[in-house]
């Protein structure tokens, strides 16, 4: 690791970061978690999901899009910000289609091993029950928009890294969607492969590969084996792409 | 809550009993629990009504107006309800209806489905009317609390219902017990 010069504190902890570091990037480094679902390390943070929001000198700031500072004091794991996370993650829940119990992502899904970790055991808010297309047309991929959570990894992902930019989001609030930039809107018109970050970072059960259900049963999968904190940890694109 | 026996009352409402099978997947500790315990209206009984009772387990979401009926009678008479699994916390696999208009599922399946003879939607009055969607009960009756998982594994039942037997006002229940799916 190279040299670390400043400190901020996270929670009382101190952890040093490098200029140029966000909250999230020195947590990270310092394998300090705090809650994420939008975003990934290696990709350009977006700050869209809010649930690494965290109290940085009184002030709630999103911590993957704020810069860490000298002294910094940073409050995170608290009964307070939790609570705030858990009502984030509920209205995700109520806002798509998310059936556990049916959805071949189960166990391996973000949205809901962060259901686990905040104690969510129900949705709270009345569900919206969206009518959201589904699209079938690629030979190996499909793409459910009732599961999205809008988070834009696939839309960082194809745009930074695969260099195609198939996917973006288009709307705003409610009426925000994720689209396929083809003539026709179709995701078997573009030239999304299996092997590209954007078709395989999907934290939910929005992007799926066809013909893959349950090839590792339910129970043994990520989430059934270890909490989204630990595996949080360990994530990077360039891992992803080895 | 000691001298005479906690009465617990249990239905499944738009459900698969799949709840109430991994409650009795408890095995030999039904027996323990038995000396405690007394049902009252529920599958394993089959009184039809529900008096009034200590707890209610409710399996299932809401998805016809008997499942309304059904519902505010537990919630009328039992003074702790407790939502079991999935379908009755968010609606579950029957609230996979809730994509399409009620009518386009009628269609679908009276109507047009593959195989169907002597196609038509039915209207029986017997029948309870369905509502336009499957509503998970909170969003019908208030709930006192929540059980996750589809189902629920054997020993959370009694991870929630023994604290409660004991009195205890809300038991807390080690959250690696619970999965959603």
Known sequence: MTETKDMIFIDGKAIGFMEGQTIMDAALSAQVYIPHLCHYPGLTPSGNCRLCVVEADGRKVAACTTAAREGQQISNNTAELNAARKAITQMLFVEGNHICPSCEKSGNCKLQAMGYYLSMLEEHYPQFNPHRALDASHPDIFLDRGRCILCGLCVRASHDVDKKNVFAIAGRGADARLIVNTVSGKLGDSNLDVSDLAANICPVGAIMFKEHGYVTPIGERIYDRQQISDVALNEHVREERR | ?181
């Not at chain 2, 095995?27 to 629990?33: I, R, T």
């Not at chain 2, 499942?67 to 699994?85: D, H, P, Q, T």
């Not at chain 2, 009960?137 to 996750?148: A, R």
């Open chain 2, 1 to 181: 809550m000691t001298d005479r026996k906690i009465r617990i009352a249990t239905t499944s409402l738009a459900g698969c009993f799949g709840c109430h099978m991994s409650f009795l997947d408890i095995d030999e500790q039904l027996v323990q629990l038995n000396e405690r315990i007394e049902f009252n209206r529920s599958p394993l009984t089959d009184i039809k009504h529900c008096g009034p009772s200590d707890i209610g387990l409710i399996e299932g979401g809401v998805c016809n107006a008997d499942n309304v009926r059904v519902l505010r009678e537990f919630r009328a008479n039992c003074k702790i309800l407790i939502a079991v699994g999935a379908c009755a916390i968010t609606g579950g696999v029957p609230a996979m209806r809730n994509y399409f208009d009620l009518r386009e599922c009628l269609e679908e399946v009276y109507l047009h489905g593959a195989g169907v003879t002597n196609p038509q939607i039915p209207d029986d009055v017997e029948l309870p009317l369905l509502l336009d969607k499957v509503y998970p009960i909170q969003e019908v009756v208030p709930v006192d609390y929540f059980l996750p998982g589809c189902p629920p594994p054997a020993d959370a039942f009694l991870a929630i219902l023994l604290p409660l037997l004991n009195g205890e006002a809300s038991p807390q229940v080690a959250d690696r017990r619970f999965y959603y799916d």
